[in-house]
Nanobody, 124 residues
Framework: QVQLVESGGGLVQPGGSLRLSCAAS????????IAWFRQAPGKEREVVSC????????YYADSVKGRFTISRDNAKNTMYLQMTSLKQEDTAVYYC?????????????????WGQGTQVIVSS
């Protein structure tokens, strides 16, 4: 019964902050690489950030670098995306994903398990 349950989405003003959470269950979370993707209306799904299970490989999209931070708490089987200085362009449905990769994380949507998505709207 593998599950990834996302929370933390909502409406926020430009320049504001938001923290997304993704709670994992049903598998060995600490052996999986994690990633956050997003999909805006009319756009293709794109990677936001990812980190390997060993924490040795990380990636941030240029559009979010310096504003977003990916993290994980293996003791809680939870991953997070801290978003600051939000822009209207960040409006999208955000998805968490995991895959059994130890030494690297993929920027492509080839992950084994996915969350249901959470809506983030940045608007004044």
């Amino acid at each position: 019964q593998v599950q990834l349950v996302e929370s933390g989405g909502g409406l926020v003003q430009p320049g504001g902050s938001l923290r997304l959470s993704c709670a994992a269950s049903g598998f060995s979370f600490d052996s999986y690489s994690i990633a956050w993707f997003r999909q805006a209306p009319g756009k293709e799904r794109e990677v936001v950030s990812c980190i390997s299970s060993s924490d040795g490989d990380t990636y941030y999209a240029d559009s979010v670098k310096g504003r977003f931070t990916i993290s994980r708490d293996n003791a809680k089987n939870t991953m997070y995306l801290q978003m600051t200085s939000l822009k209207q362009e960040d409006t999208a449905v955000y998805y968490c994903a995991v895959d059994q990769m130890k030494y690297y994380c993929s920027t492509q949507p080839w992950y084994e398990y996915w969350g249901q998505g959470t809506q983030v709207i940045v608007s004044s």
